[in-house]
């Protein structure tokens, strides 16, 4: 039953760092069961089936704040759908306890890259517009979809900086349409790792106690948009995403293994300075502008 709780507040946790942030909520659940010892598969199927009811409660909450931006949906669902399925049965089909510390290491890389790319973003926008569908929105929606399946993660982290350092891009539309389109890449990769795998990949309790804590968290999640900035918490998201995933990256290296409280500590403390840093600046700008 504690664990069960424990999901849920994961759950909740992870949908509002998604849902405020564009990403987050496929890497930080699959970082926390591959280290309750989850296989890959399995733990990319029970999330990517509790995103489905998540991010469908995300993106009703975000038309509802009008977060929404039409051109980037449709430039982004189709090739992501198509993406996620092809992922989800590739992941499938790989041993279990070979492709984990790969997968580690792909989250770990995703985690660098949220850490960095909102540690050091500058926003740029000067005229908001909506979005055609133009055509290198379909290599970054294949791309993205199928490493949100490999990975249990990888949608939001690859879509949400990219389409945020173009110039005319509103950040809360952004981040409600990336939202938005997951429900779809969710229900893909579902629909992969039934059919390689079938229901038995599902760990029940766990999914509905993650979809309980996400249903709860995605209206708040969708209302914060508007008033935390970004970047702290892709600080936030980046270093979790980091420290969760060297436990299983440091038990794979035997050479690194007796160094591990060093290597703890010192990805700690890079996280807490980057906090402070980018809090830092943030009141700087706030003094500035005032």
């Known amino acids: 039953m504690k664990k069960l709780i424990v999901l849920a507040i994961i759950g909740f946790s992870a949908q509002l760092i998604d849902g405020s942030l564009g990403m987050a909520y496929g890497v930080t659940s699959t970082s926390l069961l591959l280290a309750f010892g989850v296989a890959p598969a399995f733990a990319s199927a029970s999330v990517h089936l509790a995103e489905v009811v998540t991010t469908a409660a995300s993106g009703i909450s975000h038309m509802k704040w009008g977060n929404i931006d039409r051109g980037l949906v449709k430039g982004l669902m189709i090739p992501g759908t198509v993406g996620a399925f092809l992922g989800a049965c590739f992941l499938s089909r790989l041993p279990g306890q070979l492709v984990k510390p790969y997968v ?10 949220v850490l960095s790319r909102f540690l050091f973003w500058e926003k740029k926008q000067k005229q908001p517009r909506q979005q055609k569908a133009g055509r290198w929105l379909l290599p970054l929606g294949f791309v993205a979809g199928f490493a949100d399946s490999t990975g249990g993660g990888g949608w939001g982290p690859l879509t949400t900086p990219v389409l945020l350092a173009k110039d005319g891009m509103e950040t809360r539309k952004v981040i409600g349409s990336v939202d938005t389109c997951e429900f779809a890449i969710a229900t893909a ?3 992969g790792f039934f059919i390689s795998l079938g229901w038995d990949a599902v760990i029940w309790p766990w999914v509905i ?16 948009v508007h008033i935390i900035p970004s970047h702290l918490l892709g600080v936030m998201v980046g270093g979790l995403i980091l420290f969760t995933n060297t436990q299983i990256l440091v038990k794979s290296i035997p050479a690194v293994t007796p160094f591990w409280p060093w290597i703890y ?26």
């Open 104 to 113: 580690a290491a792909f989250l770990f890389c995703l985690g660098a890259y």
């Open 209 to 224: 106690a993650l979809m309980i804590g996400g249903i709860v968290a995605a209206p708040i999640a969708a209302w914060l």
């Open 265 to 290: 500590a010192g990805i700690g403390l890079v996280w807490a300075a980057s906090f402070v840093y980018a809090l830092w600046i943030h009141r700087g700008k706030q003094r500035g502008e005032g």
């Open 189 to 191: 990769a579902t629909l």
